[in-house]
């Protein structure tokens, strides 16, 4: 993910798939994994992330591995807690995980992460206020800021820019949630981010992959590429 986040000629986005959410319920339940993840590959995403919970969000590791058909980096989102969790992920087809530092203390989120390294999986770290900065650790090389409150459910854009500069630079940085226009993005990356985790934007229209594809065209054309 890393790789592709950091090419210049790829929109930076990791497309996300789900079919529902805790804050907004229904999105797109009748959504087909495999039609949305290839129309976002050929749209240009140099990342794809699936929901894999299934009580929240509607998802299945079935999903996941419907999807690794996909030439592109896939991120398994999920509320990862267990060893085990991180060797389903790779034996599905994941090559990155998600760790969420609001459901980890630090020593849980390190442990984890040395494993799924171990593994041969990417981690991202997922932050969403300054008290988590102390979860970021060596083995977390994504680290991601989520704009969206996780107990309000409200999104401040903003809190990606106000974090910025207390992650360590050597760090991929994305932003992630609240994300609907192509200036936010314009803006982010000149300010320094790598990536933009994008889903509900995409998935709230009746063809998410269309949509995707008409996203990144008018991001490429505000960005000259």
């Known amino acids: 993910m890393r790789e592709f986040l950091l090419d210049p000629r790829k929109t930076g986005i990791i497309a996300e798939f789900k079919r529902r959410s805790p804050s907004k319920g229904p999105i797109n339940e ?8 290839q129309e ?21 590791i079935e999903d996941m591995d419907k999807a690794r058909q996909n030439s592109v980096p896939i991120l398994r ?5 267990d060893e085990y969790q991180l060797l389903e992920a790779k034996a599905f087809g994941a090559d990155v995980i998600l760790l969420i530092a609001a459901c980890l203390t630090p020593v849980e989120v390190k442990r984890l992460a040395v494993f799924a390294r171990s593994l041969g999986l990417e981690v991202l770290l997922e932050i969403h206020n300054e008290e988590e900065l102390g979860h970021i650790c060596e083995e977390t090389e994504l680290v991601g800021v989520n704009n969206r409150d996780l107990k309000t459910f409200t999104v401040d854009v903003e809190r990606s820019i106000r974090l910025l500069g207390k992650i360590p630079p050597e760090k991929i940085i ?9 200036d936010t ?8 981010f790598h990536g933009f ?26 960005e000259g590429r």
């Open 185 to 192: 993005i314009v803006h982010l990356r000149k300010s320094g």
């Open 40 to 60: 976002y590959v050929r749209g240009g995403a140099s990342g794809l992330s699936v929901l894999t919970d299934e009580r929240f969000f509607g998802g299945s």
């Open 77 to 81: 989102k999920d509320f990862m807690i």
């Open 197 to 222: 985790l994008i889903g509900e934007n995409f998935m709230k229209e009746k063809n998410p992959g269309l949509a995707f594809q008409d996203f990144a065209a008018h991001l490429a054309e505000a």
């Open 174 to 182: 994305i932003a992630e949630s609240g994300i609907s226009r192509v």
């Open 30 to 37: 009748n959504a087909d994994v495999v039609d949305v993840t």
